[in-house]
């Protein structure tokens, strides 16, 4: 397990933030988990950059989600949570790393991240203080405690990495069968 510490000043990101953003995509990590086609529907809207499907898809599951600005690089998919200033934007999404490979993404990985997510994520939006511990790990760069708190919940062994970036976390994972890895992220959108 490697856990490396950000550049990047973590200092604004809150609970609060952190559980309207895990409130707003557990409905959606839910529908991932538990319909193959609601989750092959997604990934061809993933890759075929289809943001009225996506639109459709999320008003489905995640109607929070859906009131949010979202987008695809074809590899991945990204929600982005409006906040006042300063923080103004946070993001959520699952990605293939750019530069590895382009118009792909796998819906069975997608499920199995949902999955093994669905526990950080269901904390993250029903418990004020595990939010609180966790923003105050990402502010303060402690990645022991951010690392502790996350294997805490998310128990699989493709599990490879958690880092602390860009006010938030990245989780990288790497199943068997995929050629690609695949991370999940919470980060603040950098103007």
């Known amino acids: 397990m490697m856990l490396n510490k950000t550049k990047t000043s973590n200092a604004a990101v ?24 609601y989750a092959s529907a997604w990934s061809r809207a993933v890759v075929g950059a289809d943001l009225g499907l996506m639109s459709t898809l999320l008003k489905l599951a995640a109607p929070e989600a ?9 590899i991945g998919y990204f929600i982005t949570f409006t906040f006042p200033p300063p923080f103004a934007l946070y993001t959520n999404g699952t990605t293939i790393p750019p ?34 511990a966790l923003a105050r790990g990402i502010r303060r760069n402690d990645r022991k405690a951010v690392m502790r708190m996350v294997l805490g919940l998310v128990h699989t062994r493709a599990l490879r990495s958690v880092t602390i970036e860009e006010s938030g976390v990245a989780l990288l994972f790497k199943y068997s069968g995929s050629p690609y890895p695949y991370r999940n992220l919470l980060f603040r959108e950098l103007d």
Not at 66 to 74: D, H, K, L, S, V
């Open 14 to 37: 809150t609970a609060d933030i952190l559980t309207k953003v895990a409130r707003g995509m557990l409905p959606f990590y839910r529908a991932i988990a538990g319909s193959r086609s």
């Open 66 to 74: 859906a009131r949010q600005g979202y987008g695809t690089n074809a």
């Open 99 to 132: 530069g590895l490979v382009q118009f792909t993404f796998s819906t069975a990985v997608h499920r199995r991240i949902a999955r093994a997510v669905l526990p950080l994520y269901r904390e993250l939006s029903a418990n004020r203080n595990f939010s609180a």
